[in-house]
């Protein structure tokens, strides 16, 4: 089950700890190094190499789709680094994977809702996972 009020807080803490709400500066200021490949289908992926956090991300991505895919990513990074999971990334993870719900879920929180609803098609998200995520929020508003 995702532990959306982990999500909540891990989100605000990040948000003051950096005093700024745009990922590509978070990323810069926890030492994540950023690079822009080809990556054909896949949006990007996180991976640790020489103790070294790398996020990469798809070249053909606009500004706004590598702010999402950022946030997405840093998720991953600092939720999902144990060792099991610090080589895999987004093209690994089943696409309805707790860890993929989890880093979509603090991508949305991170942006806005309605960030994320312009620019989740150019990241794959479809709108019946957008639909996914809201009914975890609702949920978590509800109780």
């Known amino acids: ?3 959306f009020i982990k999500i909540k ?3 605000k803490k990040l948000k003051k700890k950096y005093n700024t709400d745009n990922p590509l500066k978070i990323a810069e200021k926890m030492n994540f190094i950023l690079k822009y490949e080809d990556l054909g289908d896949v949006v990007g992926y996180y991976k640790i190499c020489l103790r070294k956090t790398y996020i990469v991300l798809n070249q053909k991505l606009s500004y706004e789709g590598i702010l999402l895919a ?3 990513e840093i998720c991953h990074a600092i939720e999902h680094k144990s060792q099991v999971t610090r080589f895999m990334s987004s093209y690994f993870f089943p696409k309805n994977s707790i860890y993929e ?3 979509d879920l603090f991508a949305l929180e991170f942006l806005g809702k309605d960030f994320y609803i312009e620019n989740i ?3 794959g ?3 019946k ?3 996914e995520l809201e009914n975890i929020i609702n949920e978590f508003y509800e109780e």
């Open 101 to 103: 719900l989890e880093a």
């Open 1 to 3: 089950m995702v532990n």
């Open 121 to 123: 098609e150019e990241v």
């Open 129 to 131: 996972r957008f639909q």
């Open 125 to 127: 998200i479809a709108q």
């Open 9 to 11: 807080k891990l989100v």
């Open 70 to 72: 950022t946030a997405h």
